[in-house]
């Protein structure tokens, strides 16, 4: 199974700021995906990291405020902007091997305070 | 489309009585069905998944789970709660073709009682 590593664990933010998140898996993986768990929630899809291209984005989620880059097969970042109490959460990196298609594994995730 | 719908938010047990937690889906297709787990603080972590094949699956930590196709179900069940099972559990749905994006039920919190 692929190790997947999230920097920082955790971080305490002022609101307006931005956030830059890194998720490092150990080998290359065909997909890259990125979720937020909201306090007490279940997990929402953001996006789908593409390499050399844009992330595909979900309903109720933009680029402007979840700035996404994936510029190999093993690294990708989420920025969170602007940032507001709102986003407090759990945001995890997650991913796709090529060997083993029908696993998606989940990295331990970042989780944000914005006060 | 898909959804998954999981019955019971809390769910608390004996230690060594049966766990049950239920999972519902929709899907417009064939869909492949995952249970996860999320121990606090942690990210989460694949118990068992059924793809193609047993309905019956097998998964770490003593986990099963049957897919019922005419219910629409992917319960998960353990013979013997222990202290160490105490997490929170999440069923997810995909597609089972052309479409990796997973589908998250709200989750079910187990809590173990000694």
């Known amino acids: 199974s692929a190790v997947i590593s999230q920097k920082p664990s955790r971080d305490i933010c002022q609101r307006g700021t931005s956030l830059t998140i890194q998720c490092q898996v150990d080998s290359q993986v065909t997909m890259m995906f990125w979720y937020r768990q909201q306090p007490g929630q279940s997990l929402t899809l953001i996006a789908t990291?593409?390499?050399?291209?844009?992330?595909?984005?979900e309903s109720g989620f933009v680029i402007d405020k979840f700035p996404i880059s994936r510029p190999n097969l093993t690294f990708s970042t989420l920025t969170v902007s602007n940032m507001s109490p709102e986003d407090s959460s759990i945001y995890l990196c997650s991913v796709l091997q090529f060997s083993s298609y029908n696993e998606q594994f989940f990295g331990p995730g970042t989780r944000l305070t914005v006060l | 489309a898909q959804s998954v719908t999981q019955l019971g938010s809390h769910v608390s047990v004996s230690e060594g009585a049966l766990v049950l937690l239920r999972c519902n889906y929709s899907s417009s297709v064939p869909p492949y069905l995952f249970w996860y787990v999320q121990y606090p603080n942690q990210g989460l972590q694949l118990l068992l998944k059924y793809t193609t094949g047993a309905t019956l699956v097998k998964g770490i930590n003593g986990f099963e789970a049957e897919f019922k196709k005419s219910e629409t179900s992917f319960h998960l069940t353990k013979p013997s709660a222990h202290m160490s099972d105490a997490a929170e559990y999440f069923c997810a749905v995909r597609a089972n073709f052309g479409n990796e994006k997973l589908t998250f039920g709200t989750g079910t919190r187990l809590t173990i009682i000694p």
């Open positions: 990291a593409n390499q050399g291209s844009e992330a595909t984005y």
